[in-house]
Structures are given as C-alpha cells and as structure tokens.
C-alpha cells in the first residue's frame, strides 16, 4: 500500500498512474457525474484530490478513495464549505489520529449526516 507523507506532496508531482486509472473506474462505476467527465477532466480532479488528502494526512491509496467518495457525495470543496461545518473540525484535528483514523470518523460522521438528511436516523 502506497503511502506518502504531507511533507513529501511537493516533491511528487503527480499520484502513481495505476492508482489514477483504478481511482477513476472506482468513481465512474458508483457515481454517475464522473461518468459524464471526460478523462482528463476526472484525472485532474483525482490529482486535486489526492494532494488536498495528503494535506490533512490521509495518504494511502484506499484513504484517497474514501476521500474521494466523499468529495463526489458532498461536492468538490466539500472540505471548506461552510454548508459541512462538521468535515473542516474533523479533518484539521489537532489530535494524532493518523489519516485512516481520520478519513474513517470522517465517513461515519458522513453517513450520520446523510442519514439524519433523509430523516433515517435511529429513534431512540
């Protein structure tokens, strides 16, 4: 499993390849707007991804995927916008989580928003 460090984002200019093409077909399959993207269009956005991952310490190739599957539920920015004030709090943690710690609480949190979204969540 490939795992890259924050402080080592500036000295790769791009993701591997492989894990590009495979993050692309991962994304195409469950989420209808990557389909409709063209190749580099889908490729630029998955680099963007990867380096604003690495940003927060979510590095290895499954973390970016999460990462990406959040990005295509809640939208490009979803890391910043002001609409999601519970993703920034968690993603800038000052605790020591490492990345797949973070990336997984992140997607919980996730799918609690989604679910209270759509008025599922469990009543007590």
């Keep these: 499993m490939l795992q890259i460090r924050t402080e080592q984002v500036p ?7 492989e894990f590009r093409r495979q993050a692309a077909a ?3 399959r469950h989420f209808p707007e990557a389909g409709a993207m063209d190749e580099v269009a889908l490729d630029e956005l998955i680099i ?6 690495a940003g927060y310490g979510i590095s290895t190739q499954q973390d970016v995927c999460k990462y990406l599957n959040l990005m295509f539920t809640f939208g ?10 519970w993703v920034t709090p968690l993603l800038r943690s000052k ?11 992140l997607c919980r949190q996730a799918l609690e928003h989604i679910e209270h979204a759509r008025g599922l969540e469990a009543t007590p």
Excluded at 11 to 17: G, H, I, N, R, Y
Excluded at 76 to 85: H, S, V, W, Y
Excluded at 95 to 105: C, E
Aim: glycine letters at 6%.
């Design 11 to 17: 000295a790769l200019s791009t993701p591997p390849v």
């Design 26 to 28: 991962h994304v195409r």
């Design 48 to 53: 963007g991804a990867c380096v604003r991952a």
């Design 76 to 85: 490009r920015n979803f890391d910043t916008d002001p609409a999601l004030p």
């Design 95 to 105: 605790s020591k989580a490492q990345g797949t710690l973070r990336i997984n609480r």
